[in-house]
């Protein structure tokens, strides 16, 4: 089935960025957890987003502002889980890029700077470490741990666009959670939703950026 972008995430194809910025859960690599842990506990998605949410020590975490120790001990406070390493199941839930994703991004970096703007964790920046080489595929690499910001909050997308020492109009950002789309759009950054059924693949396409 063809993928459907909003009227809003159109943009005029006369136009064309400088820096391509992306996402990586949902965009660039499948996210899994959301739906695990749905599952497993008998919830809805929304249900983990809110209790995530909700909770300060995750907060901080994605922030760079809790230990290790801190989030791995939270995690069976927030949910049921199988009686198996929680570090190691919790970084199963990301998995390898979609296919073809990496291909086009070694093309794409040869027309564009590109870039990733990820709410993430020291955990799960390891673990994508060992799935693919961040610094290879991108040329500019930004995480919520590092930034010590995390999407929507205007900040996080802010202290990525002086960092690039860009005009924001020159960046198209793209995401798979409308929150932190509205976010980016609030800056001034020209945002597209990603279906993370697929990835980023279709989008790009859709929007001529490659065949």
């Known amino acids: 089935m063809a993928i459907e972008i909003e009227k809003r995430d159109k943009a005029p194809m006369t136009v064309k960025p400088k820096i391509l910025l992306f996402d990586l859960g949902g965009v660039i690599v499948p996210w899994v957890g959301t739906d695990f842990l749905a599952n497993f506990n008998d919830i809805s998605p929304d249900d983990v987003t809110a209790k995530l ?8 975490f994605e ?7 801190d989030f791995l001990a939270e995690l069976p406070r927030l949910f049921k889980l199988p009686e198996i ?14 296919p073809g994703t990496l291909e086009v991004l070694a093309e794409l970096k040869t027309q564009f700077t590109t870039a990733c703007l990820s709410n993430t964790n020291a955990l799960h920046w390891e ?29 996080s997308y802010k202290k990525p666009i002086e960092l690039l020492n ?12 409308h929150a932190n789309l509205e976010g980016a759009r609030a800056v001034g950054l020209t945002a597209f939703h990603v279906d993370r059924s697929v990835g980023v693949l279709p989008t790009l396409r859709k929007l001529g950026l490659i065949a």
């Open 127 to 155: 673990h994508l470490g060992t799935l693919f080489d961040l610094n290879d595929t991108f040329h500019y690499t930004f995480a919520s741990q590092i930034l010590n910001e995390a999407k929507p909050d205007a900040m």
């Open 63 to 69: 922030r760079g502002l809790a230990s290790e120790a």
């Open 166 to 177: 860009c005009d924001i109009q020159d960046v198209w950002f793209f995401d798979d959670t």
């Open 53 to 60: 949410g909700q909770s300060k020590v995750f907060y901080d």
């Open 85 to 98: 390493d929680i570090k190691a199941l919790w970084n199963s839930w990301v998995l390898p890029p979609y």
